[in-house]
């Protein structure tokens, strides 16, 4: 898209970040996908379409976001998924429905150039705009080496959500102890720092995603993978539109 170009400055590096970074760019280069991703993107659906009372919060299509500004590669706030995906993900929330509850989800399929933004993000030490909503207590020149920051992302494969609950009534998110994409210990599911009420609703969802279909994820209580997903091996990068 090019809006989002630098300016041409130079940040202060440490020489591991330097070399860090630079294994980070290849990587995202050596996973970057042909002209077969551009095909796949027709068989990928609109999540919205299939999943019932289904809450879209699409955050790196916008500024509300760890970086601040809207990511490349996201042209509209959709989620788009594998079919397989969605349906797992239409199943789970059919098993929330009696509770009166919905589900809102923030990202689902993610360009592997959106990735790749956030790894520029990272290098760049300038640049903390989201700092003191998402990252208040790290450092920003560790967040590669403590895994916030990954060369590559499961959720290219098109298979991966991250969502929470919401009540049906008035849209409101369910207490899940930490904001979405906080980068702290806290947002591990297992985390006991976190209120009572705030780790029964993350068993709440992380049980329904389970029945759905899908597996979470240790590490961050709104991440969760298809358990049988279709492109287990492949990283796509057609844009979100
Ligand atoms: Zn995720």
């Known amino acids: 898209m090019g809006k989002h170009s630098r300016p041409g400055r130079v940040p202060n590096y440490s020489p591991f970040?330097?070399?860090?970074?630079?294994?980070?760019?290849?990587?995202?280069?050596?996973?970057?996908?042909?002209?077969a991703g551009e095909m796949r993107s027709a068989q990928f659906v609109d999540a919205a379409t299939l999943v019932p009372g289904l809450i879209l919060d699409i955050r790196y299509a916008g500024a509300h976001n760890f970086v601040g500004?809207?990511?490349?590669?996201?042209?509209?706030?959709?989620?788009?998924?594998?079919?397989?995906?969605?349906?797992?993900?239409?199943?789970?929330?059919?098993?929330?429905?009696?509770?009166?509850?919905?589900?809102?989800?923030?990202?689902?399929y993610r360009p592997t150039r959106a990735v790749a933004d956030f790894v520029r993000w990272a290098r760049d030490l300038n640049?903390?705009?989201?700092?003191?909503?998402?990252?208040?207590?790290v450092d920003k020149r560790v967040l590669f080496w403590e895994g916030?920051?990954?060369?590559?992302?499961?959720?290219?494969?098109?298979?991966?959500?991250?969502?929470?609950?919401?009540?049906?009534?008035?849209g409101r998110e369910?207490?899940?102890?930490?904001?979405?994409?906080?980068?702290?210990?806290?947002?591990?599911?297992?985390?006991?720092?976190?209120?009572?009420?705030?780790?029964?609703?993350?068993?709440?969802?992380?049980?329904?995603?389970?029945?759905?279909?899908?597996?979470?994820?240790?590490?961050?209580?709104w991440h969760f993978t298809l358990r049988h997903e279709p492109f287990p091996d492949s990283y796509f990068d057609f844009p979100v539109r």
Request: glycine fraction near 6%; charged fraction near 25%; include cysteine.
């Open 17 to 35: 970040a330097i070399r860090y970074s630079l294994i980070a760019t290849a990587l995202v280069a050596s996973f970057g996908v042909s002209a």
């Open 69 to 108: 500004r809207p990511i490349d590669g996201y042209e509209k706030p959709r989620c788009l998924l594998t079919p397989a995906a969605a349906a797992a993900l239409a199943n789970a929330a059919r098993d929330l429905a009696p509770r009166g509850l919905v589900l809102k989800v923030f990202d689902c």
């Open 127 to 137: 640049d903390s705009a989201g700092k003191a909503e998402f990252y208040p207590q």
């Open 148 to 170: 916030y920051i990954s060369p590559r992302s499961g959720h290219s494969r098109g298979s991966t959500v991250d969502l929470t609950l919401a009540r049906a009534a008035d």
């Open 174 to 221: 369910l207490d899940m102890g930490t904001p979405f994409d906080f980068f702290s210990p806290r947002s591990w599911p297992a985390d006991r720092s976190v209120s009572a009420e705030a780790r029964a609703n993350r068993v709440l969802l992380a049980d329904a995603m389970r029945r759905g279909g899908f597996r979470p994820y240790d590490k961050e209580w």
